[in-house]
């Protein structure tokens, strides 16, 4: 079943684009990663698939409903994080959160009890006042309060910013035994190392549009490789004018190049060049953003 689907969402503002033609699909159970940098259109999509904001055209169903006809039966199910956490800020942390709790078609003994588990395993003090926490603890009440029903879809919009790195583990952790449960997750980061860490499937979004959507392990596997060589004679450029080869990097000898595609024919070309000495690692997820970004 597809938890999330969208055909040719598109969002504008005025004549600003926001989104454009943005088709993605998140299947049950899926932790689906959804990266760009600042302006790129994560937030937008994700506000335009809450109801937050109307759809300048296209449509998306959550659970199979339409977003705009269902807002409010669909919202019972999804946990929301946003990247800023804004609060009343007279209010304790306990009183915030039970208030929070009211709005969902939950026993009341059930969401206390998780605000309790959820508080517990962050550290977080629920007597302070609002106002009295740091943002890293602000940040913690957004995870107990987009958490506390238990819902069956997270959405996640930029979640460490101002978690320091042990409770960032502990965030993850939780994040992990909640799709272990049946929840599944959308996760909006532009930090990599995050959602290679953390998701099956991974989006790319450019300037509001969706140029790559792939798994993970598919983003990283033995097509794509980084090079490192060093050459008995200054290297030349024209070399390595092959098919496949990006990022290319040459500095006398030494030469560094992203390749993908068939490791035999970019074998065949190095192997009539003069090798002093050559590795070939694996490429990490934010080398390979780079590529589709510069492309």
Do not use: W
């Amino acid at each position: 079943m597809n938890i999330i689907e969208t055909k040719k969402l598109t969002k504008y503002y005025g004549k600003a684009r926001g989104i454009i033609d943005v088709d993605m699909t998140v299947e049950e159970g899926e932790i689906y990663g959804f990266i760009g940098p600042n302006g790129a259109g994560k937030s937008t999509t994700i506000r335009t698939l809450l109801g937050l904001m109307k759809p300048t055209g296209g449509s998306a169903t959550i659970f199979g409903k339409d977003i705009t006809k269902y807002g409010p039966q669909i919202k019972q199910e999804i946990g929301y994080l946003p990247s800023e956490v804004f609060y009343y800020d007279g209010m304790k942390a306990i009183d915030l959160l039970k208030y929070s709790a009211s709005f969902y078609q939950k026993d009341k003994k059930f969401t206390e009890k998780r605000i309790q588990e959820l508080s517990g395993i962050l550290d977080l003090d629920l007597s302070k006042k609002i106002d009295d926490l740091s943002y890293g603890n602000k940040k913690k009440v957004g995870i107990v309060q987009g958490l506390l029903h238990q819902p069956k879809l997270i959405i996640l919009d930029e979640p460490t910013g101002g978690l320091d790195p042990l409770i960032q583990q502990k965030f993850f952790n939780l994040l992990k035994e909640e799709n272990e449960k049946g929840a599944t997750i959308l996760f909006s980061s532009h930090i990599l190392s995050e959602v290679q860490k953390m998701c099956d499937k991974v989006a790319i979004i450019k300037e509001g549009k969706i140029i790559k959507t792939e798994k993970i392990s598919d983003l990283l596997e033995n097509q794509t490789k980084r090079f490192r060589i060093e050459t008995a004679m200054k290297a030349d450029k024209k070399d390595f004018a092959i098919k496949g080869v990006d990022d290319l990097s040459i500095t006398d000898n030494s030469v560094t190049f992203l390749f993908r595609g068939h490791l035999n024919d970019i074998m065949r070309e190095i192997a009539k060049l003069d090798l002093a000495n050559i590795s070939i690692e694996e490429p990490d997820l934010e080398e390979i953003f780079l590529h589709y970004y510069q492309k």
